[in-house]
Structure formats: structure tokens, C-alpha cells
């Protein structure tokens, strides 16, 4: 990948460079335990003593792990960042010393995240039932949804937050991904889900708009491979324009999106046009409970796990490909209003 040649230098005098400790300290009220239990990653698991209803502990700063902080409460995440960290047990949160640093950042993206999804949730519950209404409203807060995000991971390229904003993003453009993935240092390129995003841009060049498709087979039923194995050429490149969902029983999204896959397969299903869904990182038995209960009438392959993920460079799902009748790519990464937009100009109706 050498567009990420250039990112070496890129976060060189972005930020001070962090103490190589980091105190985290905390107070109790009324139910005090004995111990509480700090973790980062696999580099720090250690037990500190409560005493008067308080504990301080000095573990290595460490940007490129979520730190945790375990008692008889919920854990308290925070990144050991080389500051003196307050932690409030009780009420869930971790006050840094530092306000530009690290840890102060990611207490802020916390904070904007509650809230943007709180406000998302009210609005979708009011909302109710009109699809339309859903879908615009999802069409119009998501731009601003990315926009925190990108700024996020600009500003964090050499910590952990960077990375899970990377991994709440909702933008496929391969172009986008490739500018934000140099805002990253060395260390954090090493990490496990930006490596993968590396790997699957790669995999997005090799299956962008204009090429064609890439075939995968898939075991449906390990107990019958035989009889339950499919490729994706059984439905793709056969003389039909055919739209493919990638989706999974656990995502929220992939839900949300249902009803617009299903006016758009009612509108247009034919001797032109049909739909595909492909079950990934799923349990089967969830599956195909969920597509009971989601209504999904058109053609399925399940029990895909990430064969496709893989091969099409799908980091985010759902992800909505539209291939032509010969099984090229016509357009990826469609989303509510657009999905049916695409194939509406693709038939030519």
C-alpha cells in the first residue's frame, strides 16, 4: 500500500510526547471494596489495595490500548495517557489532568457519543413507522456522524481513539479511507483493525465500481457441505441486474436498512433485477431467526462468516453492492434513499 509511504513524519510534532507513567487514582463513597483491578490490553493486569475508601496506582503509559478500570461497578475505560487520571467508579467516568491530551479527548468523544445517539434514538422512536421519514432522517444526521468521526481520527493518529473512531466510521470511499488512514503513526498502523483496514482497501481497489465481480463459495450447513454449498455466481453475472446485502443478524444498522431493501425488491423484483443477502459474522440459528422475523423473502446465502468481507474489502456493514447483468460492479457502499435510486437508474425506470 503506498499511499501509506508517505505518513511516516505526519504525526512527528503533532503533540508532546507523553510521560512515561500514568497515575490513576479514584475514591469510593458509600460501598467501598477492597480491591479494584487495572487493566491495559495484555501489557498491564494488576490488583490495587482500597484503602480509606481511595487507591492510586502508577501503570506504564500506554496510547495504543484501552485501559480499563474493573470494581463492583461497570468498568471505566480510559487511555494511560501519561497524565494523573481521576476515576469516578460509581458514576463511570475518568477526568484527565491533562485537557489536550489523550484521555481528555476521549472523555469528549464519550460525551458527543451518548448524546448523538440518544437524540438518534428519541428522534427514530418518533419517528415510528414511516420508512421514508427513517431514512431521510438517517440520510441527514449522517454526514455530520462522519464528520466527527474523520476529525477524530485526525486528531488522534497516535492513540487508540483514533482507532475506534476509525471503527465507528461510516464512509466506503476508498479515497476517504486512504487520506485518513495516513493520519496514523507507526505504532498505531501495527494495530490489529488498522492493519485490516489496510488489507481491505486493497481488496476494495481489486473489487471497485467497474470491475467485476469476485466469486466466493460458501458452506451453509457444515453438516451437509454437499448439498448446502453456493457461490455467489449462482446469482451474480446471469443475465440480471442483482442488488447484495451484506448484513448480520447483531447489527443495528443492518436492521434499520431492511425496510427499504424490501420496498425496493417489492418495486422492482423481475426478469431484470433481484436481491441477495449474504449473512456475515453471524450465527446461523440468529440468522435465520432474524430473517424470519426482518421478512427477507428474496434469495439468502447465510453462514458466509467473512470470506466476503474479505475478498471485497467490507469494513462496515451493512454494505450494499449493485452488480449488472454480466456481473460487474455498478455501485458499492449504498445506503437508504440511494439503494433504491441506483437501481431505479440502472433498469431505466
Known amino acids: 500500500m503506498m499511499y501509506l509511504a508517505a505518513a511516516a513524519l505526519v ?15 479514584g475514591q469510593f463513597g458509600e460501598e467501598v471494596p477492597e480491591t479494584v483491578r487495572i487493566l491495559v490490553g495484555e501489557s498491564v493486569d494488576t490488583t490495587v489495595t482500597v484503602t480509606d475508601g481511595r487507591f492510586t496506582v502508577d501503570i506504564p503509559t500506554n ?4 485501559a480499563y478500570v474493573q ?47 440518544t437524540e438518534y434514538r428519541s428522534k427514530m422512536a418518533g419517528i415510528g413507522d414511516d420508512e421514508d421519514a427513517a431514512a431521510e432522517y438517517f440520510e441527514q444526521i ?23 473512531a476509525l471503527l465507528q466510521l461510516m464512509d466506503d470511499d476508498p479515497e476517504e479511507l486512504k487520506s485518513l488512514l495516513l493520519c496514523f503513526s507507526d505504532e498505531m498502523r501495527a494495530n490489529p483493525m488498522v492493519a485490516q483496514m489496510v488489507a481491505a482497501l486493497d481488496s ?9 465481480f469476485v466469486d466466493f463459495a ?19 453475472g446471469n443475465g440480471k441486474y442483482v442488488l447484495v446485502d451484506f448484513w448480520a443478524s447483531w447489527c443495528g444498522p443492518c436492521r434499520e436498512e431492511m425496510p427499504t431493501l424490501k420496498k425496493v425488491y417489492e418495486t422492482y423484483a423481475g426478469d431484470r433485477f433481484d436481491m441477495l443477502s449474504i449473512a456475515v459474522a453471524d450465527e446461523l440459528e440468529d440468522t435465520l431467526k432474524a430473517a424470519e422475523e426482518l421478512g427477507i423473502t428474496w434469495n439468502q446465502i447465510v453462514n458466509a462468516q467473512r470470506v ?19 456481473g460487474t460492479i455498478l455501485k458499492r457502499g449504498l445506503r437508504g434513499k440511494a439503494i433504491g435510486d441506483a437501481v431505479r437508474e440502472a433498469l431505466g425506470v
Not at 471505566?76 to 489532568?97: E, K, M, Q
Open 71 to 117: 470494581t463492583d461497578f461497570e468498568p471505566v475505560s480510559f487511555i494511560a495517557d501519561g497524565s494523573t487520571i481521576t476515576v469516578d467508579p460509581v458514576a463511570g467516568t475518568a477526568v484527565s489532568s491533562n485537557k489536550k491530551g489523550p484521555q481528555a479527548r476521549f472523555a469528549a468523544y464519550d460525551d458527543w457519543m451518548r448524546t448523538f445517539m
Open 204 to 212: 476494495m481497489d481489486k473489487t471497485a465500481v467497474g470491475g467485476s
Open 63 to 66: 496510547l495504543q490500548e484501552l
Open 308 to 326: 466476503p468481507l474479505e475478498l471485497y474489502g467490507i469494513d462496515t456493514i451493512p454494505h450494499v453492492i449493485l452488480f449488472g447483468p454480466d
Open 142 to 164: 449522517l454526514p455530520e456522524y462522519n464528520d466527527y468521526q474523520k476529525e477524530t481520527i485526525r486528531a488522534n493518529g497516535d492513540n487508540i481513539l483514533g482507532v475506534m
Open 11 to 25: 504525526l512527528a510534532a503533532c503533540s508532546p510526547k507523553a510521560g512515561e507513567t500514568t497515575r490513576v487514582t
Open 218 to 236: 460458501v458452506i451453509q450447513d457444515p453438516e451437509n457441505p454437499e448439498e448446502s454449498t453456493v457461490r455467489l455466481s449462482d446469482y451474480v
